[in-house]
């Protein structure tokens, strides 16, 4: 029912008259003035930042406009094309056609110029858009720039200290006089009765969150932890873990909404009201973070995989930063835009008197900001000291190593950063010293957010994939990770100073795309290419498959055949995806047709070699008649198949070497591949016996070792084989299949020992070759005269020792081969 519905909705919209709306031009007089406006204001640079960013962003949208007004008329301007085409190409300078044509040929060019101009018209004023906005964004980079250098009053000059000491001095007594006059007028503590029930609920909730949310939220993560074990506890854990920032948070917002319903504190307590919360999330969060990264239970893995040496200053120097970051923000905040009229309203003195007001608040800033830095930086130099002490413990795996060098990189360039930054903020350099310090302070949070996110998608895929075991190798944690990695890198540009208008503008970019040979490719048009090129590729598989268990084997076409059948509808599938999925994106490809060319020439003059291996590769990956743990025989080279590339093949021999085949060879030459389909082989085990020995029971003996192995297989059956007479014995041979080929040589061994034991048991000798030596004129070797006449030589017998036999001694070598030189 439900998809008869969806069908009949189907139908509906289709059958919706379809209404052609007008393209409306743009209002080029509007932007004209605005362009003109925005052009004015750059060149003079008066304009604050605050106005020159609303102006940006007029001129973002007027491009965004004149952008999409670019294509106007993109279909009548290709049917106009077409037109001209068929007409052929212009007659050449001189040369004249018929007189229609000619007539025809003008009409069409005076439609296409009337058809383009209006995106003629867009693209230009696009451009000049471009160009504003271009200037615009680098006016403020030039301001920011010269803010950051601007040199401020030196907080180590005590004629500095008094500004700040008046500043604090002016705050105590504005917000002394405020609260005073407040509690001194009768309806204010009207509303404070009326509200009385509310103002007292939220603070009970607001004091029992501060005191014990924390704790409570502590107790119940070490609850799941140590006192559980139910499945995704990890989860559930780090998930609970929030609570520990999240309620006393939620607390100090409850409380700051009761002080202002008792309507008994002026502005400035409100506004310190209002901040509170942010200043107790951003110490609380450092708290978390440092938790997370250095836990408090021993057991626990980091998030960073620490180690457990210095934990416990982990916490405190992450509770330091937080500290700092929270009072620089309290700063920011809250006492700098009140700075100039607590030192004595500069809006209300004379314009001579401003510039005096403004250096007096400049210096009490940063007489303010300075202890700041110092305190901030000697808390990140003893972080980094920490996390480079820590990457010298991290194991030396692949994975360790990256971790390794990612932290000692990290740890040195906080420890550059927490020396330089003090310095020159002492020195009167505070924006330049903001710029450096506190940044670095956000990155070490940010790069412990990415962690201990990397952390919660690999215990969140724990508990969906029910093991431990597949955490590590597995591949979706691995690319959630990297995928927040990607996510962070804008929030980093942000940190550092980057405006959000700027990474607009790259994103703009990348939307649009890069030109490649004069063809554009854009995020869009890869995406699409790559969907589309699936599909075709999924398509094709399903048909092969089809094709290959249901249609061919009822053909009489032999097994060869219907294999080439596949293959060659495999290689039309996946050409004809490509040229679809091309189509699709709008890639054209017509402009790289001189390159292609280029190209081609360069093969067919030097690079056949590597094309020629560069294709086998391709038939080697497609039709697989070597796959990665075959053993194969090529060039008299026996090995293991360990690697197989575009170009080149890499077999591990017996002798562990690596031997590289160029994958020619593999499609041209002879290759014997040992174990393609199945593992079984034949193996012979050759034998001989001295002469007189029961050939029989050797053949018997021999037979039942042969069907004693395990991996010998019964069918067929092993044998023995009386080969024939040798020059020193009677030559036999084992003749047997294996089920496991690979282990040829340890059934050769095992079967030799056998053979060993049972032919000792049988009195059965195993002869070897043996030689006579005759040692002429032994006297020389002796040193004696030589006799007149030798002796006869006497004929070398078993039964006697060298001595016996006299001067014509009988040697015999153990390996049955004779001493040439006659010693």
Do not use: C
């Amino acid at each position: 029912m439900r998809i008869w519905l969806q069908t009949l909705l189907l139908l509906l919209v289709l059958a919706l008259p379809v209404v052609a709306q007008d393209e409306v031009a743009p209002d080029y007089k509007a932007f004209d003035k605005l362009s003109t406006q925005v052009e004015k204001a750059v060149s003079e640079a008066t304009m604050s930042d605050a106005k020159l960013n609303e102006l940006r962003a007029e001129m973002v949208k007027w491009r965004a406009t004149l952008t999409e007004a670019q294509s106007a008329n993109t279909d009548q301007i290709t049917t106009v094309k077409n037109q001209l085409a068929a007409l052929g190409p212009a007659p050449e300078e001189g040369a004249t056609e018929d007189e229609a044509i000619a007539k025809r040929r003008t009409e069409l060019s005076e439609q296409l110029a009337k058809l383009q101009a209006p995106g003629i018209t867009a693209t230009e004023a696009a451009s000049r858009a471009d160009s504003t906005i271009r200037a615009i964004d680098k006016l403020v980079r030039e301001r920011q720039a010269d803010k950051m250098l601007r040199l401020s009053p030196s907080a180590a000059n005590p004629v500095n200290w008094p500004a700040a000491a008046s500043l604090l001095r002016w705050m105590g007594e504005w917000i002394y006089d405020e609260t005073r006059w407040r509690f001194t007028q009768p309806i204010n503590f009207d509303e404070l009765r009326n509200n009385a029930p509310v103002i007292l609920g939220l603070v009970l909730m607001a004091l029992v969150l501060l005191a014990r949310g924390r704790r409570w939220m502590v107790r119940l993560t070490d609850f799941l932890l140590s006192k559980t074990a139910m499945r995704g506890r990890g989860v559930i854990s780090a998930l609970v873990s929030l609570g520990q920032v999240i309620l006393p948070t939620f607390g100090a917002i409850l409380l700051t909404i009761a002080l202002k319903q008792t309507s008994l504190f002026g502005p400035i307590l409100t506004e310190l009201f209002e901040i509170a919360p942010t200043l107790l999330f951003t110490v609380m969060m450092a708290w978390w973070l440092g938790t997370r990264i250095f836990p408090m239970r021993g057991g626990v893995e980091s998030a960073l995989k620490l180690g457990e040496e210095g934990r416990a200053e982990g916490r405190i120097h992450a509770l330091s930063l937080g500290l700092a970051l929270a009072t620089h923000q309290l700063v920011l905040l809250w006492v700098a835009p009140r700075a100039e009229n607590f030192l004595g309203g500069a809006g209300n003195v004379a314009a001579d008197k401003a510039q005096a007001v403004a250096e007096r608040a400049d210096a009490a800033l940063s007489v303010l900001q300075a202890p700041l830095q110092i305190f901030a930086a000697i808390a990140l130099f003893r972080m980094a000291q920490l996390l480079r002490r820590q990457s010298r413990n991290t194991a030396e795996n692949e994975e360790g190593v990256f971790r390794r060098k990612l932290l000692s990189w990290l740890g040195t360039a906080l420890i550059l950063i927490a020396l330089a930054a003090p310095v020159l903020g002492t020195i009167g350099y505070i924006s330049a010293a903001d710029a450096l310090i506190w940044p670095a302070v956000l990155t070490l949070g940010l790069f412990a957010t990415v962690a201990i996110l990397q952390r919660f998608i690999a215990e969140l895929y724990v508990t969906i994939a029910r093991g431990e075991d597949v955490r590590r190798d597995a591949l979706i944690p691995v690319l959630g990770g990297f995928l927040i990695s990607l996510a962070s890198l804008p929030v980093l540009a942000l940190v550092w100073g980057a405006r959000v208008e700027d990474l607009i503008e790259l994103w703009t970019a990348f939307k649009n795309g890069v030109s490649v040979g004069g063809v554009r490719i854009s995020p869009t048009s890869f995406i699409t290419f790559a969907v589309v090129f699936g599909i075709g590729y999924a398509l094709t598989r399903a048909f092969q498959g089809a094709l290959k268990t249901t249609i061919l084997p009822k053909t009489k076409l032999d097994k060869g055949g219907q294999n080439a059948i596949t293959s060659g509808i495999g290689y039309l599938g996946l050409f004809l995806a490509a040229l679809i999925a091309i189509s699709t994106a709008g890639i054209d490809l017509s402009s790289l047709a001189i390159v292609a060319g280029a190209l081609s020439v360069g093969i067919g003059f030097g690079l056949q070699t590597i094309v020629q291996n560069f294709v086998s590769g391709i038939i080697l990956l497609i039709e697989r008649p070597i796959s990665e743990g075959d053993w194969i025989e090529v060039g008299g080279q026996h090995g293991i198949v360990k690697n197989i590339s575009v170009r080149s093949t890499v077999v591990e021999t017996f002798d562990r070497t690596d031997v590289i085949v160029p994958n020619a060879d593999l499609i041209s030459g002879t290759v014997t591949n040992w174990t393609r389909g199945n593992k079984t082989g034949r193996l012979i085990v050759p034998v001989g016996v001295a002469y007189g020995t029961d050939t029989r029971k050797v053949e018997k003996i021999l037979t039942e070792i042969a069907q004693a192995h395990p991996l010998v297989m019964m069918t067929p059956a092993p044998y023995a084989l009386f080969r024939g007479f040798g020059a020193d014995s009677m030559d036999f041979e084992i003749r047997a299949i294996l089920s496991d080929v690979n282990f040829k040589l340890s059934v050769m061994s095992e079967m030799n020992h056998q053979i060993a034991e049972r032919f000792a048991e049988h009195g059965i000798e195993i002869p070897f070759a043996q030689r006579d030596i005759w040692i002429k004129n032994p006297e020389t070797l002796l040193g004696q005269a030589p006799e007149a006449k030798p002796p006869a030589p006497v004929a070398a017998s078993p039964n006697k020792t060298p001595t016996e036999l006299g001067p014509m001694a009988r040697l015999s070598d153990n390996d049955g081969t004779e001493d040439g030189d006659g010693r």
